[in-house]
């Protein structure tokens, strides 16, 4: 029978690459535990569960009322729920717990995230910086007495009197021929309300996504409608990106059919919706008036433009306007 067995032995198939593995594992953890004090050999450990599997409920309880009579100081107490030391190092007199084990890797994995975050947020303020000076180069000039006109009290009389179709070349070199304001809107008006004033210490140290599209009032309102309830930055940057591509003033966006602006927002989600929005923003920037817009119905006498919630008009306010005494009603902390 014993050669029977040993030859059975020999016969089962060799250990896999896991397997090999997998005990050299246990044999690595058993010895640390033995080094540290902390090994209990598992067949001791089952002996002694059979033993007391075996001892008879009348025995139990009546070992446990005689146990519950001992003093606090004699009853056993778990090393983990009191926070006990569990090894001491000799070459350190720090105590080693569960704590302070969790509360290094912890402190470790907290500088990993510093260094990584500042990192990033240095490469990116740079990358930002880069961008904001391409995108105001590429914006068209304008002549000074139109570019400045309403930045001051005191404007020159001759600059008052200057001819409508000045603001009305102005409006239409910035946002294309579709600009077609009501009759009682002036050229006037309808440039100055739209103009941006983006804040001089732009790019800011948070490098905010706004930052790039501050210097035009249309794209900004587009940007914001486009990237709510994205969390994806390389997602909203791509479809922002391509749909600015394709449209790069408000004028350009009627040439466009509907199903090629749906391709482009796709990836965003809700692209029906983000296909509305885009053509309400550029009805509104196009045709009315004295430009405002607030979280009030037309109806009403507002000047609310659909999905453009309070993130959209606490955005254009801050960035375009350069409104620093402005107070955002978007609670949304992270867009």
């Given at each position: 029978v014993t050669m029977a067995k040993d030859e059975k032995q020999n016969d089962s198939p060799p250990l896999s690459e896991y397997e090999k593995l997998r005990l050299s594992k246990i044999a690595?953890?058993?010895?640390?535990?033995?080094?540290?004090?902390?090994w209990k050999n598992p067949e001791d450990s089952e002996k002694n569960g059979n033993v007391k599997t075996n001892v008879s409920s009348k025995k139990r309880k009546l070992a446990k009322a005689v146990g519950g009579n001992k003093s606090p100081s004699s009853r056993r107490r778990s090393a983990r729920l009191a926070q006990t030391?569990?090894?001491?190092?000799?070459?350190?007199?720090?105590i080693v717990t569960p704590d302070t084990i969790k509360s290094s890797y912890r402190e470790e994995e907290e500088d990993d995230d510093a260094i990584l975050k500042n990192s990033l947020q240095e490469d990116l303020l740079r990358k930002m910086k880069e961008e904001i000076e391409n995108l105001r180069s590429q914006q068209p000039f304008i002549p000074d007495h139109v570019s400045s006109f309403g930045d001051s009290v005191i404007v020159k009389q001759e600059y008052k009197e200057k001819d409508e179709e000045d603001f009305k070349n102005a409006s239409k070199l910035l946002w294309g021929d579709g600009c077609n304001p009501p009759?009682?809107?002036?050229?006037?008006?309808?440039?100055?309300?739209?103009?941006?004033?983006?804040?001089?210490?732009?790019?800011?140290?948070l490098g905010m996504y706004q930052e790039l599209y501050a210097h035009d009032g249309?794209?900004?309102l587009i940007c914001c409608a486009l990237m709510s309830r994205v969390s994806s930055f390389d997602t909203k940057d791509r479809c922002i990106r391509g749909f600015f591509q394709l449209c790069p003033?408000?004028?350009h966006v009627a040439d466009v059919n509907v199903e090629e602006l749906q391709t482009t927002v796709h990836s965003l989600g809700f692209q029906y919706e983000r296909v509305k929005a885009i053509s309400e923003i550029t009805r509104a920037w196009l045709t009315r008036g004295d430009f405002q817009i607030d979280s009030v119905d037309e109806s009403k006498g507002g000047n609310k433009i659909y999905m453009c919630g309070p993130f959209v008009i606490d955005s254009y306010h801050l960035f375009c306007k350069g409104q620093m005494d402005w107070k955002p009603t978007c609670k949304i902390r992270d867009v």
């Open positions: 690595r953890n058993e010895a640390k535990l033995k080094s540290l004090g902390l030391p569990i090894v001491k190092q000799e070459d350190d007199s720090r009759s009682d809107c002036s050229w006037n008006t309808f440039f100055t309300s739209r103009k941006a004033s983006p804040p001089k210490e732009l790019p800011s140290p249309w794209k900004i003033t408000p004028s």
